[in-house]
Nanobody, 113 residues
Framework: QVQLVESGGGLVQAGGSLRLSCVAS??????MAWYRQAPGKQREWVAT???????NYADSVKGRFTVARDNAKNTMYLQMNSLKPEDTAVYYC?????????WGQGTQVTVSS
């Protein structure tokens, strides 16, 4: 059983930056991921990071977002730069373990034009 808690969202202007955090209630030795969901839209994958720190990104955020993790702190991060209005969404961290998807409560990111 794992609890995931996201934080760091807020309201920013286009071109600005935010750093999101996801803190897990226990040590995680598996890949983790960031997803986002805009109102009325399907949840979409944003980025994945393996247990050893290898990252992959959706084309829509590649070059602007960076995912990282600090295993000693049970924390995954998402550094978001050059934000665009289309990045507006609720951002969730995800862990797939024992064939079950664990999700945090989400943190709202709003980018104004």
């Amino acid at each position: 059983q794992v609890q995931l808690v996201e934080s760091g969202g807020g309201l920013v202007q286009a071109g600005g930056s935010l750093r999101l955090s996801c803190v897990a209630s226990r040590s995680i030795f598996r890949a983790m991921a960031w997803y986002r969901q805009a109102p009325g839209k399907q949840r979409e994958w944003v980025a994945t990071i393996t247990a050893s720190g290898i990252a992959n990104y959706a084309d829509s955020v590649k070059g602007r977002f960076t995912v990282a993790r600090d295993n000693a702190k049970n924390t995954m991060y998402l550094q978001m730069n050059s934000l665009k209005p289309e990045d507006t969404a609720v951002y969730y961290c995800n862990l797939n373990w024992a064939a079950y998807d664990y999700w945090g409560q989400g943190t709202q990111v709003t980018v104004s034009s």
